[in-house]
């Protein structure tokens, strides 16, 4: 049997170079393009035949992305792809996970159908895991949930003098105190009230204990930055130092990033789960690590 085969999808390349460097395995093109008529072309440039094919496909604006991953695995099978494995570094849909108004659609578990229906596995880093306990309750598939925490943890143990950690919300709770604890520093918990896409407040308890440290405020994801430039807000008209800004995924709608640098923030810093300006913590080590352990497990 050949051995696996590393394929990137339009905007995943850099990623999965270094994914297919740190496995050893070996890595192709995926050519996608564009009709004239907006329909999509896919040509897999590699040789599928009876091994793995691990793509690569970083699922943020995943609207304009389905398609093309449904195309290339579909095709990747037809080839004589053995199993053909996703890896998302940042996994779409995760946060509609429940009916909030009626009438709603459960996007979380449409995603995971159609995703589930492509691939015969999936490695993800950090999905946002709230109301569902684990992937499984959604995803058809094994998978393999990585976690940024312990790079987080590093990267803010070497780059920050006296960090206090602020968690922006009660669901980051559980996830911020463990990167406390591994860059052994203290932390805060904020209580977050979400009124709309970009109306969000939150509270900010009582700083001053903190007045002689560098305020890190950590989340998952960072779409709108609403959550950030609002925390920013609190902290800097309590007199406390500009604070870092660190978020796993640097999602950054529209001009999120630069509104979040205009908040009087001393640094944005992101994994390079989803390609930005401010990734300055490499992710392909646990990613290759996780692919690596779910190719062995799953027959
Ligand atoms: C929410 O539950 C997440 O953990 C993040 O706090 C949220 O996605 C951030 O969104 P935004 O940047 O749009 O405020």
């Known amino acids: 049997m050949n051995s696996p085969i590393v394929l990137p999808l339009p905007g995943s390349e850099v990623l999965a170079g270094r994914v297919a460097a740190r496995t050893g395995f070996a890595s192709g093109v995926i ?32 609207d304009d992305k389905l398609l093309p991953l449904a195309f290339a695995a579909d095709a990747a099978r037809d080839l004589g792809a053995r199993r053909v494995v996703l890896v998302a570094p940042y996994l779409a849909y995760m946060r509609q996970d429940r009916r909030f108004q009626a009438g709603e659609a ?34 058809g598939v094994p998978s393999r949930v990585l976690h940024a925490a ?58 001053d204990r903190w007045r002689d440290r560098t305020p890190v405020l950590v989340d998952d994801i960072i779409s709108t930055a609403r959550t950030m430039i609002e925390t920013v807000g609190h902290l800097r008209r309590s007199g406390i130092a500009p604070p870092v800004c660190v978020g796993v995924h640097a999602v950054f709608a529209g001009d999120a990033y630069t509104a979040l640098q205009a908040a009087g923030v001393a640094d944005i810093v992101t994994t390079d789960a989803i390609g930005h300006a401010s990734n300055r913590i490499p992710v392909d080590g646990v990613l290759a690590d996780g692919l690596v352990d779910l190719l062995r497990g799953v027959t």
């Open 31 to 62: 050519l996608v393009r564009r009709f004239p008529d907006g329909e999509t072309y896919v040509r897999v440039e590699a040789d599928c035949t009876s091994r793995d094919v691990v793509l690569v496909d970083t699922l943020h604006l995943p």
């Open 106 to 139: 459960v996007t979380s578990r449409t995603f995971a159908r159609i995703v589930s229906s492509l691939v015969n596995g999936l490695v993800t880093l950090d999905p946002h895991l709230h109301r569902y306990a684990s992937l499984d309750e959604i995803y």
């Open 150 to 207: 312990p790079l987080l943890a590093d990267w803010i143990r070497e780059h920050v003098d006296k960090p206090v950690l602020v968690g922006p919300d009660e669901e980051s709770a559980q996830w911020v105190a463990d990167v406390a604890l591994r860059a052994g520093v203290p932390h805060v918990v904020l209580r977050k009230t979400r009124r709309g896409d970009r109306d969000v407040e939150v509270s900010v308890p009582d700083v």
